[in-house]
């Protein structure tokens, strides 16, 4: 047999055809499905979300067709701990987080990476859309766009560290999601027409602020909507209720269009602004993590992109004390928030990331 490799079975398309290829290469293969967290097993989590039940024996089916074995982990304390509490405390400070790249941080990468080792596996492998290369030159592993472009998934996966980036596979790199899909039906795979999940998989019906409260038994309080000049406008229904960039949902009319601009959790204040005032031109970023240079010594040229469905700008990243760094963006961008990450990119390939402080 060739290298053993565990695969992180969804449920999803994308994890089958993945495995599915890597046992056709040879390798040694068996499939390993993540209990996340306690309600992934309701009827609307199972239609829109990953980690379902049927999700489990969806990955198990076709584990059991194409014949190697297949396990179910229990990491929902890892999960809860790593990413639905330190989701709910950046809301509750006023940030905008993105649970799926903690997810993918601490819990698919780093705990799957380690019980793979356990059971004498080289590498892990995954459905996402991404390539890993070694590049002998830097003596680093480069994370790389994918080929398709649309469904590029670098942006979450800026987190992986060297020894993850070295074991790990990515075979669809490489691939469209429509060869990907017609693989699955070549395969007679069950999930091959199966639809790509949706939402936060503990928050499937999207409402953050109801999840919040029900997590920490406390309902948000009201407060004052204020302007930029901080003259109070009227009141908001608690500040986890809100996102930058926000229009609609306001509760509260004027003559012109206003969006949500910023929070001040420790002040209860939600500041309204014209359109015109989302707008920025640099950042902070901490908790940086890089994988095409060891560190920032100096001022450096990249493209960067603060939201995930953001195209990249050219900008100027540049080393502040304690690890930050400071990110000038040619042009101002639009509804950069705290709490979301902010990638940099040389071509093709992943300098690095980090949060929005």
Same mark, same amino acid.
């Given at each position: 047999m060739?290298?053993?490799v565990m695969v992180a079975m969804s449920g999803g398309v994308d994890s089958s055809v993945a495995a599915a290829l890597l046992k056709e290469e040879g390798f040694?293969? &068996?499939?390993?499905?993540l209990k996340l967290f306690a309600g992934e097993d309701d009827a609307e989590s199972?239609? =829109?979300? &990953? &980690?379902?039940?049927?999700?489990?024996?969806? +990955?198990? =089916?076709?584990?059991?067709r194409m014949g190697f074995e297949h396990f179910v982990f229990n990491f929902k304390d890892d999960f809860r701990r790593c990413v639905m509490d330190k989701f709910v405390e950046a809301y509750l400070?006023?940030?905008?987080?993105?649970?799926?790249?903690d997810c993918n941080r601490y819990i698919k990468f780093s705990k799957l990476l380690g019980r793979a080792r356990l059971l004498e596996n080289e590498y892990i492998a995954t459905g996402h859309y991404a390539r890993i290369e070694y590049d002998a030159e830097r003596g680093r592993w480069l994370l790389k766009k994918a080929a398709d472009k649309s469904k590029d998934q670098t942006y979450v996966l800026y987190a992986m560290t060297q020894d993850e980036l070295a074991h790990t596979l990515l075979p669809l790199g490489g691939l469209t999601k429509a060869e990907v899909r017609a693989? @699955?039906? @070549? =395969?007679?795979?069950?999930? +091959? =027409?199966?639809?790509?999940?949706?939402?936060i998989c503990f928050v499937p019906d999207g409402d953050y602020a109801a999840f919040i409260e029900r997590t920490t038994g406390k309902r948000a309080q009201a407060g004052d909507f204020i302007d930029t000049q901080g003259h109070v406008l009227g009141r908001h229904a608690g500040v986890i209720r809100y996102t930058i960039g926000q229009r609609k949902g306001l509760g509260v009319t004027f003559g012109e269009p206003r969006y949500v601009v910023a929070k001040d959790a420790a002040a209860n204040t939600v500041t309204l602004g014209r359109h015109e005032?989302?707008?920025s031109d640099m950042l902070i970023a901490k908790d940086v993590n890089w994988i095409m240079i060891e560190s920032l010594t100096a001022p450096m040229q990249v493209r960067a992109k603060a939201r995930y469905k953001q195209p990249e700008v050219e900008a100027t990243i540049s080393p502040l004390d304690g690890g930050r760094v400071l990110c000038r963006f040619?042009?101002?961008?639009? +509804?950069? @928030?705290?709490?979301? +990450?902010?990638?940099?990119?040389?071509?093709?390939c992943v300098v690095g990331g980090g949060t929005i402080e």
């Open positions: 060739g290298k053993k040694d293969v &068996c499939g390993a499905t199972a239609t =829109r979300t &990953c &980690c379902s039940l049927s999700d489990v024996e969806d +990955a198990r =089916r076709v584990a059991h400070h006023g940030e905008t987080p993105n649970p799926c790249i693989m @699955a039906e @070549a =395969r007679g795979l069950v999930n +091959a =027409r199966k639809p790509d999940s949706q939402d005032e989302l707008f040619a042009e101002p961008q639009r +509804a950069v @928030a705290r709490g979301q +990450a902010v990638v940099f990119y040389s071509g093709d």
